[in-house]
Antibody, heavy 120, light 109 residues
Framework: QVQLQESGPGLVKPSQTLSLTCSVS??????????WSWIRQPAGKGLEWIGR???????NYNPSLKSRATISADTSKNQFSLNLRSVTAADTAVYYC????????????WGQGTLVTASS | QSALTQEASVSGTVGQKVTLSCTGNSDDVGTYAVGWYQQISHGAPKTVMF??SLPSGIPDRFSGSKSGTTASLTISGLQPEDEGDYFC???????????FGGGTRLTVL
C-alpha cells in the first residue's frame, strides 16, 4: 500500500517561499500512470487543489495559484515537492499531498497533512 | 465560492438513508466521474467513492450515482462513525484543473 508523508517548515515569513516535500513509500513515483497532487485546507474551510505532476508528462496548476506555485519531483529520492512563492497570511493552511487512482483526477491516497503558518 | 455546489449540512439518525449532492456543469460533473472524500475530526481526507466504484475497505452502505450535472453520495444505514465532512471533486475541462465542492457537514443524530 502506498504511503505519503509531507514535510517542511511549519512557519514561513510573509513574502518568502513555502517549500514542502512529499515522501512516497510502497511504490515508485515514476512507476505507473499516476498523478501526484498538492491540496491545501485553511482552518475551518474547504479543500483547494494546488496542482499536480505526472512524472513523464508535465504539470497542471490551479489557475488562481499558477503564477506562484511550482511542483517538481526527485525520482532518485522518490519524492515530489511544492514551492509557493510570495506567501501571505492567506496561504496559512494544512497542506496535503496525494496520489491519483485509475482516473487521473481522482485522489486515491492522501498524506496526513502538515500545517504551514505564514506569519512574521 | 466553490466550483461545485454541496449542501452545507445534512443530518440523519442511525439506520436512516441520507443522500448528499454535488452540482456542477457540463464541463465538470456532466463529463467526468466524481470523487467523494470523507474527513473526520479534521483528519486527512479519505476516499469513500469514485464514480460508482467503492474503494477497498469502504462499507457497502456507501453508493454513488450521477444524473446530468449532479452527482450523489448515498449512505444507506447511517452509522455514528459516518459523522464528518464530505467533499466532492472532479476534473474541470475548461480550467484543466481538479475542483472541489465546499463540503457537507454530516451529523448523525
Amino acid at each position: 500500500q502506498v504511503q505519503l508523508q509531507e514535510s517542511g517548515p511549519g512557519l514561513v515569513k510573509p513574502s518568502q517561499t513555502l517549500s514542502l516535500t512529499c515522501s512516497v513509500s510502497g511504490g515508485s513515483i515514476s512507476g505507473g500512470a499516476y498523478y501526484w497532487s498538492w491540496i491545501r485546507q485553511p482552518a475551518g474551510k474547504g479543500l483547494e487543489w494546488i496542482g499536480r505532476i505526472f512524472i513523464s508528462g508535465g504539470t497542471n496548476y490551479n489557475p488562481s495559484l499558477k503564477s506562484r506555485a511550482t511542483i517538481s519531483a526527485d525520482t532518485s529520492k522518490n519524492q515530489f515537492s511544492l514551492n509557493l512563492r510570495s506567501v501571505t497570511a492567506a496561504d496559512t493552511a494544512v497542506y496535503y499531498c496525494a496520489r491519483s487512482g485509475s482516473s487521473s483526477w481522482s485522489l486515491e491516497y492522501w498524506g496526513q497533512g502538515t500545517l504551514v503558518t505564514a506569519s512574521s | 465560492q466553490s466550483a461545485l455546489t454541496q449542501e452545507a449540512s445534512v443530518s440523519g439518525t442511525v439506520g436512516q438513508k441520507v443522500t448528499l449532492s454535488c452540482t456542477g456543469n457540463s464541463d465538470d460533473v456532466g463529463t467526468y466521474a466524481v470523487g467523494w472524500y470523507q474527513q473526520i475530526s479534521h483528519g486527512a481526507p479519505k476516499t469513500v467513492m469514485f464514480g460508482n466504484s467503492l474503494p477497498s475497505g469502504i462499507p457497502d452502505r456507501f453508493s454513488g450515482s450521477k444524473s446530468g450535472t449532479t452527482a450523489s453520495l448515498t449512505i444507506s444505514g447511517l452509522q455514528p462513525e459516518d459523522e464528518g465532512d464530505y467533499f466532492c471533486s472532479t476534473w474541470d475541462y475548461s480550467l484543466s484543473a481538479v475542483i472541489f465542492g465546499g463540503g457537507t457537514r454530516l451529523t448523525v443524530l
